[in-house]
């Protein structure tokens, strides 16, 4: 079991110029929500994983790797 | 759709509520130290008191079980009780509850050695760990809005 998540959602958001709260209202999620996932302090579920992909038109393979895969 | 306003005004909710409930549950703790000191096995309780703290505590229960803001809209509240914020929920009754286990079992085996009712022993346990459960989903939450 991982206990970290590495994820590429602020190099995507940088890229698509988005601050947190863009990307949040185009989630449908909270700010907290992207700063904790950000962060490393949240873990996403599969839902939200899928929705933040989806909001920065990626997949979630790529936002989101396990620390094995670098 | 959410609208960027509605994350803005859920992100001050949000924040603000962390900080609500941790000088709730602070205040809760003060007027229990002041007016009902339960160390040495008596109270000092007067009726009024002890409806006041039932009360309290009932009160302090549904904001952390509810997450509070009950009058606003369903999308605001979706945001304000998000993932993280029910993540931090379970932590926070989780704690809650090792601490009342831990604190009935403290309890347990103190009964030796002083008396105390089994309403002492229930105030002790419920404001003790209601106030810690409380106090934990408001530190994380303040740290979930911390920018890294």
Same mark, same amino acid.
Do not use: C, H, W
């Given at each position: 079991m991982h206990e970290r998540l590495n994820n590429r959602l602020r190099e995507?958001? $940088?890229r698509l110029?988005?601050?947190? $709260?863009?990307?949040?209202?185009? $989630?449908?999620?909270s700010r907290k929500t992207i700063n904790t996932v950000e962060n490393g302090v949240f873990i996403p579920s599969t839902v939200l994983a899928l929705r933040l992909a989806r909001a920065l038109g990626t997949t979630v393979e790529h936002l989101f790797q396990l620390p094995s895969e670098g | 759709m959410t609208s960027k306003t509605t994350v803005e005004i859920a992100?001050?909710?949000? &924040?603000? &509520?962390? #900080?609500?409930?941790?000088a709730a549950a602070g205040a809760f703790l003060l007027i229990q130290v002041i007016t009902?000191?339960?160390?040495?096995?008596?109270? &000092?309780?007067?009726?009024?008191?002890?409806?006041?703290w039932a009360i309290n505590a009932l009160v302090l229960m549904l904001c952390l079980a509810t997450g509070g803001g009950l009058v606003n809209g369903a999308r605001l509240r979706a945001l304000i009780n998000d993932e993280v914020s029910r993540s931090n929920y379970k932590t926070a009754v989780g704690v809650g509850y090792w601490v009342a286990m831990a604190l009935a079992i403290g309890l347990?085996?103190?009964?030796?050695?002083?008396?105390?009712?089994?309403?002492?022993?229930?105030? #002790?346990? #419920?404001?003790?760990?209601?106030?810690?459960?409380?106090?934990v989903f408001s530190y994380l939450e303040l740290r979930a809005h911390r920018d890294a």
């Open positions: 995507e958001r $940088a110029d988005l601050t947190q $709260a863009d990307l949040a209202t185009l $989630a449908g999620v | 992100d001050r909710m949000s &924040r603000k &509520r962390a #900080v609500i409930f941790a009902r000191p339960v160390i040495g096995g008596s109270t &000092r309780a007067s009726s009024a008191q002890t409806e006041g347990y085996g103190v009964q030796g050695y002083t008396n105390y009712t089994g309403r002492q022993a229930a105030y #002790v346990i #419920v404001t003790l760990s209601i106030s810690i459960a409380i106090f």
